[in-house]
């Protein structure tokens, strides 16, 4: 895309969102290599209890994850919207390698740095 069509698309999305009644800017303006690499500090934070929930959900619940991956199924693909470092999927990544079961591991994150790190897990 052209740097100056680029420029228009971002200009045309704040005005947008800045004259909507309920203000907000998209996602993808603040999620690029730095917006990630702070929000994952974020993440870190005692206060951002998301993280630590979704922790606890991969490293106990992942038997019955897996087993309703089982059902009738001969492979599935896990697409992960928003994936960052990957490190919270890893979790239910290894025990799936560990099965028989026939997956793909798709991350898709809007920071380029996010994807080629998830990429290489």
């Given at each position: 895309m052209e740097q100056q069509t680029i420029l228009s698309e971002i200009a045309s999305d704040t005005l947008r969102g800045l004259s909507a009644e309920n203000k907000f800017l998209l996602s993808k303006y603040f999620y690029d290599d730095e917006g990630s690499r702070i929000f994952q500090e974020i993440m870190q934070m005692p206060e951002y209890y998301l993280t630590d929930c979704e922790f606890e959900i991969f490293?106990?619940?992942?038997?019955?994850i897996i087993?309703?991956?089982?059902?009738?199924?001969?492979?599935?693909?896990?697409?992960?919207?928003?994936?960052?470092?990957?490190?919270?999927?890893?979790?239910?990544?290894?025990?799936?390698?560990?099965t028989s079961i026939s997956s793909q591991y798709i991350p898709v994150d809007i920071s380029a740095k996010a994807n080629a790190i998830t990429n290489i897990i």
């Open positions: 490293t106990n619940q992942y038997e019955e087993n309703a991956f089982k059902e009738g199924v001969n492979g599935f693909d896990l697409i992960e919207l928003g994936a960052g470092d990957g490190f919270k999927t890893s979790i239910l990544l290894k025990q799936i390698v560990k």
